[in-house]
């Protein structure tokens, strides 16, 4: 079993930066591919980005193109996502997420308990 924990949420203005981390225990995630998910207020839970086991292989949606990027270090057992240029839009609880590695909630089996991330304008 695998328990991820993110970190790093708050209350940001409009154009700053955040770095989210998500802690992995229990057992290694380094055999797993990883993503970040968001979820705003009454909307779908939504795709951020992913990265295969390596860290190789980083794909991100399109909105967050250019402004997120997405690491790992599988000798920490962790997963960063560091968000620049932050815009209200980007206001949700984001979520960790382990497994094969895809742009969709189901191709993941373990998750995290989220991190709110809110951007003023």
């Known amino acids: 079993q695998v328990q991820l924990v993110e970190s790093g949420g708050g209350l940001v203005q409009a154009g700053d930066s955040l770095r989210l981390s998500c802690a992995a225990s229990g057992r290694t995630v380094s055999r797993y591919g990883m993503g970040w998910f968001r979820q705003a207020p009454g909307k779908e839970r939504e795709f951020v980005a992913s990265i295969d086991w390596s860290g190789g292989t980083t794909y991100a949606a399109d909105s967050m193109k250019g402004r997120f990027t997405l690491s790992r270090d599988n000798t920490k057992n962790a997963l960063y996502l560091q968000m620049n240029s932050l815009k209200p839009e980007d206001t949700a609880v984001y979520y960790c997420?382990?497994?094969?590695?895809?742009?969709?909630?189901?191709?993941?089996?373990?998750w995290g308990q989220g991190t709110q991330v809110t951007v003023s304008s």
């Open positions: 997420a382990a497994g094969i590695g895809s742009t969709s909630p189901s191709g993941y089996y373990y």
